[in-house]
């Protein structure tokens, strides 16, 4: 069904006032196929925002939808009856922040949400809201005794799911409690970009390659690329209140998780005393709307939930849609667009990466018309040709991915052939054995030289020199490596073509007054599945020259060793990263003579500093927190035994926080006493 139909048809039902049975039914079977492409591989039949239009008139006329990933037949799937049901339920959806902007009957605000909460309390009566992000990924039950996984099941449709128990046996939490915990299962980012680099394996986004693979025999590989973010806590045969659930994940978790990445707790909301809130619902919707693209996991909208256990009770649930929680929904970002055109690019790997070009789209007010299709398989699978028709979709601050769609059109497209010859040299192409990447074959290929030491300059934030410069720097025979950049005669630069006198005083001066930290040095190589940020995380504990050392008196293995017992590095990564030092040893052993800082000095240096865990509430200066950060200070959103201080404009109120932090004995402090304190203006 190609877009205009489709909004035809929504449209269609929009009108209606009610459907047959067997008209119902029809759209469900649509529904449902779109749903199985949406979770359970890479293409989709609607856009998200498709799929919500269709769903909600189904629902209004009467229909029954189940959403979520479908169990592939015969892969762990059980009749799904948890111990810990309470848990499982999903959220009603909310698309506005105000009545006053709903512009379609079959959508909802948060504030007539709010209205309905306080038309069955009274106006009086005072309670606290939490708004955290609403993770987009796939929801998991765990039960835990003694710390360890008993059972693992999904949501699941119909009544079955699938017992995922295999994936996460390994999984353990601080806390010995007989408790089910609620997650969503993620992949962030840099782990989904690691997962195809290591694999090969091609999928829309982090959220459907989830859906994907948790049905697949070899699920259990994948689960170190995972994140499992908690939610919700329930203690077997008992009750926690929200606040304890909450103390509860930070204690078993860290105060670090992604739970906490933004959760924000406003206290004494009544009928009559709603600004504030909305105040803080708005700001936080306005932030994460735009940067939303710029974290390091995928959320589609805020959750905002009642936290108080009494008024939940109160309020209910409606079929397993809790009426004390709501999900506030971002608008969604993709376009529908047509293919003009492809290209190929040569990266400093010497890894080959087709590029398609399609009629103009706009996002934030910034047009885009072209994006990389990530490596030689996924080209091959999207079977795209000039003429195609395709979704854009729109995150981490650029353009993320293009998706067929799957219509009657596309069909009649043939498939744009790949390269082969390189784009750089013209040299031969070849195919890696595992069929994910096309390189070019030519190890003499300037484009391989040039990439590596352009990369070099941008990960060690080496500025003001362009990739156009380091080519005539190269084809002068100044610059062959990037060891060349601290060697080459800086004199002869100024009788470079095009260059000049002071541009050899400006990329002598660029080179030589950056200090690197021993961390940059290394993760500005190259090395693959070696970020700056993970070099950084590994030269807490490590100094590079370590590195070195072990690999020089010992056998690699000893070294895959000690880095695979840090957090975060898989073997996958810890032989990357021991094969590129290996490649790249006499480059480093050559930047370590020069002048560097080593991380791990100052890391250990800044671990003796006393740090504080400061709770605010009711109010927020975000510069000051930048300032108690940057001194080694940590700003957790709930009050737990393991709170410092606690800062407010009222000592002497009354709020759950407040409460609390007078149950553990914490001090509470105003927000002049502390800046005074802690010598803040």
């Not at 930048?626 to 800062?647: D, F, P, W, Y």
Request: one cysteine or more.
């Amino acid at each position: 069904m190609d877009k205009l139909k489709i909004q035809k048809f929504i449209m269609s039902l929009k009108q209606k006032k009610n459907l047959s049975a067997e008209k119902l039914e029809e759209v469900k079977s649509f529904l449902d196929k779109a749903s199985e492409a949406y979770y359970n591989t890479g293409q989709e039949i609607l856009s998200d925002d498709e799929f919500d239009a269709i769903a909600r008139e189904f629902k209004r006329l009467g229909g029954k939808l189940d959403v979520g990933a479908n169990p592939p037949k015969g892969k762990g799937t059980v009749d799904v009856s948890h111990t810990f049901a309470e848990l499982v339920g999903t959220l009603d959806k909310t698309n506005f922040i105000y009545e006053k902007n709903v512009d379609d009957p079959s959508k909802k605000s948060v504030e007539e949400w709010l209205n309905n909460i306080i038309k069955k309390l009274g106006n009086d009566k005072e309670f606290s809201l939490g708004i955290s992000f609403k993770f987009d990924g796939n929801s998991v039950v765990i039960e835990y005794k003694d710390g360890k996984v008993v059972r693992a099941l999904t949501r699941g449709r119909n009544g079955l799911g699938m017992d995922l128990t295999h994936v996460f046996k390994d999984h353990t939490i601080k806390r010995k409690d007989h408790v089910g915990i609620k997650y969503e299962i993620i992949i962030p980012w840099k782990r989904y970009e690691d997962l195809m680099k290591d694999t090969g394996v091609s999928y829309a986004n982090p959220r459907s390659l989830v859906s994907g693979k948790l049905g697949d025999d070899n699920a259990y590989e994948y689960y170190k690329y995972m994140e499992l973010v908690p939610l919700w806590v329930k203690p077997y045969n008992s009750t926690m209140e929200r606040t304890e659930q909450l103390e509860f994940i930070e204690e078993a978790f860290g105060e670090d998780n992604s739970l906490f990445s933004d959760y924000r707790l406003i206290e004494g909301v009544t009928g009559n005393n709603l600004t504030h809130f909305m105040e803080e619902l708005e700001d936080m919707y306005e932030k994460y709307n735009i940067e939303r693209y710029n974290l390091p996991f995928m959320i589609d909208g805020l959750v905002i939930e009642v936290l108080e256990e009494d008024i939940r009770n109160t309020l209910g649930y409606v079929n397993d849609e809790p009426n004390w929680a709501t999900a506030l929904k971002f608008p969604y970002m993709e376009k529908t667009t047509t293919v003009t055109d492809f290209d190929f690019t040569l990266g400093d790997s010497g890894i080959i990466t087709a590029r398609v070009w399609y009629e103009p789209v706009t996002f934030n007010g910034t047009e885009h018309r072209k994006q990389s299709l990530q490596n030689y398989k996924r080209f091959k699978e999207l079977g795209l040709g000039i003429g195609s028709q395709i979704l854009v979709q729109y995150r981490n601050d650029c353009l993320s991915y293009v998706v067929p769609i799957l219509n009657e059109h596309n069909k009649n497209i043939s498939p744009h052939p790949y390269t082969d010859k390189c784009p750089v040299c013209g040299g031969e192409v070849g195919i890696t054995k595992t069929g994910a990447f096309a390189y070019c074959k030519n190890e003499t290929c300037e484009g391989k030289t040039v990439g590596k030491i352009q990369n070099y300059l941008t990960k060690m934030d080496i500025k003001g020199i362009k990739e156009s410069t380091i080519v005539k720097l190269h084809n002068a025979g100044l610059v062959k490596s990037i060891t060349d950049l601290y060697t080459m005669d800086y004199g002869k630069i100024a009788e470079v073509d095009g260059l000049g006198a002071i541009a050899s005083i400006n990329i002598s001066g660029a080179i030589n007054s950056k200090i690197p930290y021993d961390y940059e040095i290394i993760g500005a190589l190259g090395i693959s599945s070696f970020s700056t940020s993970k070099a950084k995380e590994l030269c807490k504990v490590f100094s590079v020259q370590e590195m070195l050392d072990i690999l020089e008196s010992y056998y690699p293995e000893n070294l895959i060793n000690s880095i695979t017992q840090q957090e975060g590095f898989s073997d996958i990564t810890a032989n990357y990263i021991v094969e590129g030092l290996q490649k790249n040893k006499e480059t480093i052993e050559f930047l370590l003579k020069r002048e560097h800082k080593v991380f791990k000095t100052e890391y250990e240096k800044m671990a003796g500093v006393q740090a504080m865990k400061i709770v605010f509430t009711n109010f927020r200066d975000e510069a000051m927190q930048i300032q108690l950060e940057m001194a080694g200070h940590k700003i957790t959103s709930a009050v737990s035994r393991k709170t410092n201080i606690v800062v407010t404009p009222n000592p002497n109120g009354n709020t759950v926080k407040l409460k609390k932090a007078r149950e553990y004995g914490i001090r509470i402090v105003s927000v002049d006493e502390f800046k005074e304190e802690m010598g803040i203006s």
